[in-house]
T-cell receptor, first 114, second 111 residues
Framework: DTAVSQTPKYLVTQMGNDKSIKCEQN?????MYWYKQDSKKFLKIMFS???????INETVPNRFSPKSPDKAHLNLHINSLELGDSAVYFC?????????????FGPGTRLLVL | KNEVEQSPQNLTAQEGEFITINCSYS?????LHWLQQHPGGGIVSLFMLSSGKKKHGRLIATINIQEKHSSLHITASHPRDSAVYIC?????????????FGAGTILRVKS
């Protein structure tokens, strides 16, 4: 069974479109994350939720909106896609709070904006 | 200047060689992570440590808190170890509770 899953794996879309990426974890973790990996392979945190509450919100455009319907899911919606949004987006999960632990990563979603 | 510096950026080794990848950081941390990113893109967490040394199979991670430095060693390297190795630190005081990543070390092990 996949611990952290993301859909879709690949996403090719036109500039200006709106798209969503979904993430689910079955590890019983209470904290989930979205990371962006740019063309230079540099990973950077975008958002983190703990028990459905937003706890990390980095400087990302307002076009990016995370949504956590429950502890096991963290979705990322992107409005008005731009060329610079092309990247690999990774979801991850861990135990949080005082027990912040090892992060488990999803397989990544490769987004290409044309 | 990145808050987490890794060296070398690229490393090519012959199968069987002992490999060391270094990570230096500039702030007090609560934990340091070593991650492996496979050529296919998947990311796996190798170690999380806050002091001393950890070993898993042929991989050994050490950390020196006073010197703000960590090393990842691979003994008896194998072509399947070819990957990008990424160091990341967590500092609740400096960075909230997020991970800050190094740029990665690209390792290629030739047979």
């Amino acid at each position: 069974d996949t611990a952290v899953s993301q859909t879709p794996k690949y996403l090719v879309t036109q500039m200006g479109n709106d798209k969503s990426i979904k993430c689910e974890q079955n590890l019983g973790h209470d904290t989930m994350y979205w990371y962006k990996q740019d063309s230079k392979k540099f990973l950077k945190i975008m958002f983190s939720y703990n028990n459905k509450e937003l706890i990390i919100n980095e400087t990302v455009p307002n076009r990016f909106s995370p949504k956590s319907p429950d502890k096991a899911h963290l979705n990322l919606h992107i409005n008005s896609l731009e060329l610079g949004d092309s990247a690999v987006y990774f979801c991850a999960s861990s135990l949080g709070g005082a027990r912040v632990g090892t992060q488990y990563f999803g397989p990544g979603t490769r987004l290409l904006v044309l | 200047k990145n808050e987490v510096e890794q060296s070398p950026q690229n490393l090519t080794a012959q199968e069987g060689e002992f490999i060391t990848i270094n990570c230096s950081y500039s702030v007090g941390i609560s934990a340091l992570h070593w991650l492996q990113q496979h050529p296919g893109g998947g990311i796996v967490s190798l170690f999380m440590l806050s002091s001393g040394k950890k070993k898993h199979g042929r991989l050994i991670a050490t950390i020196n808190i006073q010197e703000k430095h960590s090393s990842l060693h691979i003994t008896a390297s194998h072509p399947r170890d070819s990957a990008v190795y990424i160091c990341a630190v967590r500092s609740s005081r400096e960075y909230g509770n997020k991970l800050v990543f190094g740029a990665g070390t690209i390792l290629r092990v030739k047979s």
